[in-house]
Protein backbone atom coordinates (compact mmCIF):
# COMPACT_ATOMS: atom_id res chain seq x y z
CA UNK A 1 0.00 0.00 0.00
CA UNK A 2 1.37 3.41 -0.83
CA UNK A 3 1.23 6.63 1.03
CA UNK A 4 -2.19 8.16 2.39
CA UNK A 5 -3.90 9.92 -0.22
CA UNK A 6 -1.82 8.87 -2.99
CA UNK A 7 -3.86 7.85 -6.64
CA UNK A 8 -4.40 4.28 -7.41
CA UNK A 9 -2.71 3.36 -10.71
CA UNK A 10 -5.42 1.99 -13.11
CA UNK A 11 -4.16 0.01 -16.87
CA UNK A 12 -4.25 1.74 -19.34
CA UNK A 13 -6.44 -0.37 -21.28
CA UNK A 14 -8.83 -1.44 -18.42
CA UNK A 15 -12.96 -2.41 -19.53
CA UNK A 16 -13.78 0.48 -17.18
CA UNK A 17 -11.51 3.24 -19.08
CA UNK A 18 -12.90 1.55 -22.35
CA UNK A 19 -16.77 1.79 -21.34
CA UNK A 20 -15.99 5.21 -20.10
CA UNK A 21 -14.63 5.99 -23.73
CA UNK A 22 -16.88 4.64 -25.74
CA UNK A 23 -20.15 7.09 -23.97
CA UNK A 24 -18.24 9.63 -23.87
CA UNK A 25 -18.27 9.14 -27.61
CA UNK A 26 -21.41 8.06 -28.26
CA UNK A 27 -22.26 11.84 -26.62
CA UNK A 28 -19.93 13.48 -28.62
CA UNK A 29 -22.20 12.30 -31.73
CA UNK A 30 -25.47 13.17 -30.46
CA UNK A 31 -24.21 16.79 -29.51
CA UNK A 32 -22.70 17.50 -33.02
CA UNK A 33 -26.16 15.71 -34.35
CA UNK A 34 -28.28 18.32 -32.33
CA UNK A 35 -25.63 21.26 -33.18
CA UNK A 36 -26.19 20.48 -36.86
CA UNK A 37 -29.95 20.87 -37.40
CA UNK A 38 -30.66 23.75 -39.39
CA UNK A 39 -34.36 25.09 -38.75
CA UNK A 40 -35.71 27.55 -40.97
CA UNK A 41 -38.47 30.05 -39.18
CA UNK A 42 -40.01 33.59 -39.87
CA UNK A 43 -38.37 36.78 -39.00
CA UNK A 44 -38.88 37.81 -35.74
CA UNK A 45 -40.64 41.00 -36.66
CA UNK A 46 -42.63 42.65 -40.30
CA UNK A 47 -39.59 45.29 -40.53
CA UNK A 48 -36.92 41.97 -40.93
CA UNK A 49 -38.29 41.30 -44.06
CA UNK A 50 -37.83 43.89 -46.19
CA UNK A 51 -35.57 44.91 -49.20
CA UNK A 52 -32.51 46.51 -49.27
CA UNK A 53 -30.38 48.57 -52.12
CA UNK A 54 -27.02 47.56 -53.00
CA UNK A 55 -23.44 48.67 -54.02
CA UNK A 56 -23.33 47.60 -58.18
CA UNK A 57 -19.53 45.91 -56.60
CA UNK A 58 -22.33 43.85 -54.72
CA UNK A 59 -24.34 42.70 -57.50
CA UNK A 60 -21.84 41.97 -59.13
CA UNK A 61 -20.18 39.69 -56.85
CA UNK A 62 -23.92 38.24 -56.17
CA UNK A 63 -24.27 37.67 -59.95
CA UNK A 64 -20.63 35.70 -60.46
CA UNK A 65 -21.66 33.88 -56.98
CA UNK A 66 -24.28 32.63 -58.93
CA UNK A 67 -22.81 31.53 -62.33
CA UNK A 68 -20.30 29.70 -59.56
CA UNK A 69 -23.32 27.88 -57.94
CA UNK A 70 -25.40 26.66 -61.34
CA UNK A 71 -22.22 25.46 -62.26
CA UNK A 72 -21.95 23.20 -58.98
CA UNK A 73 -25.40 22.27 -59.38
CA UNK A 74 -24.52 20.90 -62.96
CA UNK A 75 -21.71 19.24 -61.21
CA UNK A 76 -23.45 17.64 -58.39
CA UNK A 77 -25.86 16.46 -61.00
CA UNK A 78 -29.06 14.69 -58.98
CA UNK A 79 -26.80 15.32 -55.58
CA UNK A 80 -27.74 18.45 -55.15
CA UNK A 81 -30.53 19.93 -52.69
CA UNK A 82 -32.33 22.68 -53.38
CA UNK A 83 -32.36 24.76 -50.39
CA UNK A 84 -33.53 28.03 -52.28
CA UNK A 85 -30.13 29.64 -50.14
CA UNK A 86 -27.74 31.94 -51.79
CA UNK A 87 -24.53 30.71 -49.97
CA UNK A 88 -24.73 26.67 -49.94
CA UNK A 89 -22.14 23.96 -49.73
CA UNK A 90 -20.76 22.44 -53.63
CA UNK A 91 -24.64 20.18 -53.25
CA UNK A 92 -26.95 22.64 -52.12
CA UNK A 93 -27.08 22.12 -48.15
CA UNK A 94 -26.50 25.11 -45.82
CA UNK A 95 -23.55 26.10 -44.58
CA UNK A 96 -22.49 24.81 -41.38
CA UNK A 97 -21.30 27.56 -39.25
CA UNK A 98 -17.89 26.21 -37.63
CA UNK A 99 -16.69 25.44 -40.84
CA UNK A 100 -17.51 29.13 -42.23
CA UNK A 101 -15.44 30.56 -38.83
CA UNK A 102 -12.63 27.92 -39.44
CA UNK A 103 -12.55 29.21 -43.38
CA UNK A 104 -12.73 33.08 -42.11
CA UNK A 105 -10.06 32.90 -40.09
CA UNK A 106 -8.02 30.50 -42.58
CA UNK A 107 -8.16 33.74 -45.02
CA UNK A 108 -7.32 36.34 -42.14
CA UNK A 109 -4.63 34.46 -41.42
CA UNK A 110 -2.87 33.90 -45.01
CA UNK A 111 -3.79 37.20 -45.29
CA UNK A 112 -1.87 38.83 -42.58
CA UNK A 113 -4.73 40.84 -40.87
CA UNK A 114 -5.46 40.60 -37.61
CA UNK A 115 -7.97 38.23 -36.21
CA UNK A 116 -11.58 39.26 -36.50
CA UNK A 117 -14.80 37.58 -35.30
CA UNK A 118 -17.07 37.04 -38.79
CA UNK A 119 -19.10 39.37 -37.17
CA UNK A 120 -17.04 42.11 -37.26
CA UNK A 121 -17.54 42.57 -40.54
CA UNK A 122 -21.41 44.04 -40.28
CA UNK A 123 -19.45 46.91 -38.55
CA UNK A 124 -16.35 46.98 -41.42
CA UNK A 125 -19.17 47.14 -43.89
CA UNK A 126 -20.92 50.00 -41.89
CA UNK A 127 -17.19 52.19 -41.40
CA UNK A 128 -16.87 51.81 -45.08
CA UNK A 129 -20.19 52.69 -46.45
CA UNK A 130 -19.90 55.71 -44.11
CA UNK A 131 -16.48 56.41 -45.25
CA UNK A 132 -17.74 56.61 -49.14
CA UNK A 133 -20.56 59.32 -48.27
CA UNK A 134 -23.21 56.96 -47.59
CA UNK A 135 -26.06 58.68 -45.85
CA UNK A 136 -26.29 57.21 -42.30
CA UNK A 137 -29.69 56.05 -42.46
CA UNK A 138 -29.07 54.65 -45.65
CA UNK A 139 -26.25 51.92 -43.58
CA UNK A 140 -29.12 51.89 -40.83
CA UNK A 141 -31.71 50.09 -43.17
CA UNK A 142 -29.23 48.06 -44.88
CA UNK A 143 -27.70 46.80 -41.88
CA UNK A 144 -31.30 46.49 -40.28
CA UNK A 145 -30.59 48.71 -37.37
CA UNK A 146 -33.05 50.51 -35.30
CA UNK A 147 -33.25 53.65 -34.03
CA UNK A 148 -34.98 54.28 -30.40
CA UNK A 149 -35.91 57.78 -29.42
CA UNK A 150 -34.93 59.59 -26.28
Same mark, same amino acid.
Given at each position: ? @??? @? ?17 ? /? ?22 RSRRTIRLPQVVVGALKAHRT?? /? ?7 ? @????? @? /? ?5 EGTPLDARNVTREFQALLKAA ?16 ? /? ?21
Amino acid at each position: M @GAP @GALKATPKRSPERKAHREQ /LEALRIRWRKLRTIVQFVEPKSTRSRRTIRLPQVVVGALKAHRTRQ /LEERLAAGG @GWTDS @G /LVFTTAEGTPLDARNVTREFQALLKAAVVPRVRFHDLRHTAATL /LLSQGVDPRTIMETLGATVRSV
